[in-house]
């Protein structure tokens, strides 16, 4: 029921509308040439207004604008550009400085060890030549020593025996045939004293 | 009254006529909108070149991005020999534009819906692009009318339809425009009296008719001012560069 009443509305309503259609439409305003003469005129004074301040004001300031921008993009490329080659140099630089820097470090460091193990070395040759001086000498007052020491060994001994035969016997013996004697017992058995 | 849907189109005074001599060039609703247009269009363009920075702010990067649409569309169809008329070609593009989607708000008037605006504009193209036709031809510009390559006896035929063609060209142009504008405009209308005449209860389907129709109405203005524009760079390129 209600959709009935609905198309029929519908109908309706669209008749009505054809109606006046049919009633008001006198043509087109469009080929009513009342106005074309204003038109015509206002749109010669709008546009013509309209394309000379464009063209002598705006729009080249508007090129003039890119064209700025343009060259300022550019211009700041090319910084960039400058900018970043200069600091890659440097960043070499600092690497050249920094290997240059380390060889030295390492080089310093040889040159002072081998330094002190040349100090090293020499101070060990001179004690070392001390050292055998010493003992060179040390071995020569021995072996003077040694020598001595027999012969005063057996001063010793011709003396002693002297002196007891002295007192044994209550006669002074003649000192060289003493000797003699221990010179002999030195002689054969000198190895057994002194371990040579 | 709001049932006619060209009405709409109606042109009437508004203050005093004016007259000079036998002319009348009273101010009416168009010299209004065809003003609103122009000043829009000077107020953007001004404020977008105003300030230069380097990071543009919204309108300047309106100006500048039309500017360079321009540009190119004029380089890449008539190439860079149609620089001196780089200027005209824009305010003639920006003012079609402007008209057209001024004419897209409810209860104003499209100036570009009446055929002899359009056909003002696309005469004063015709003649400017014959005048230069023949100022950088001379006389060879009346070798436009004969194509190379065409057989002789098929000649006499093709340069009459290469002149008929010729002078069609103001017609075609500014009846285009004009014939695009109005019946997109009378379409809507018709659609909008639809919704009133049917009510709440069948007024929703011509509703969302209207509303996607005002968005293809919003395209067709972009597109005409833009055809509009092509066409006459396309003409140029014609006058400019002979090689018919």
Redesign the interface.
Known sequence: MVKKI?FQ??FF??F??KE??AA??G??????P???????????L??G???I???K???P??????E??KS??QENIEAAEKQRESSEAKLKEYDDIISKSKLEANNIFKEARENVLKEINAKKETLDKQIDEEIKKVEKEINLLRKGASEKINKIAIETTSELLVKLIGTEVNNSSISAIVDDLSKRNGDKYYGN | MA??P??Q???Y?IGPEIKVGA??????N??LF??I??LA??II??L???K?S?L?NKI?LL??LS??FVSKMISDTAGSKAKPY???I??LF??VLFCNMFGMIPYTFT?T?????TF??AAFIFIGVTIIGFIKHGIGYLKLFVPSGVPIVLLPLIVVIEIISYLSRPISLSVRL?ANM?AGHTMMKVFG??VI???V??GWLPLSFSVALTGLEILVAFLQAYVFAILTCIYLNDALNLHH
Do not use: C
């Not at chain 1, 043509?27 to 009513?32: A, I």
């Not at chain 1, 009342?34 to 010669?44: A, H, K």
């Not at chain 2, 819906?113 to 605006?117: F, G, K, Q």
């Open positions: 609905f509305l519908i309503n669209l009505f509308l006046v259609f008001e439409s043509g087109m305003p469009q080929l009513n009342e106005f074309w003469i204003s038109q015509i005129f206002w749109l010669t709008t546009f207004i309209l394309y301040v464009l063209s004001l705006i729009l300031k508007i090129s003039a604008n890119l700025l921008r300022q993009i | 049932a006619n060209m009405t189109f109606e042109v005074r002319f009348d060039i009273s101010f009416t168009a010299s065809m003003v247009s122009s269009i000077l363009f001004n977008g070149s105003k230069n380097l543009p300047q100006a500048e500017y360079t780089f200027s005209f824009f305010s920006m003012f100036v819906s009446h055929i002899i605006v003002v504009l004009f109005m009296g639809f005449s049917l009510g209860v069948g």
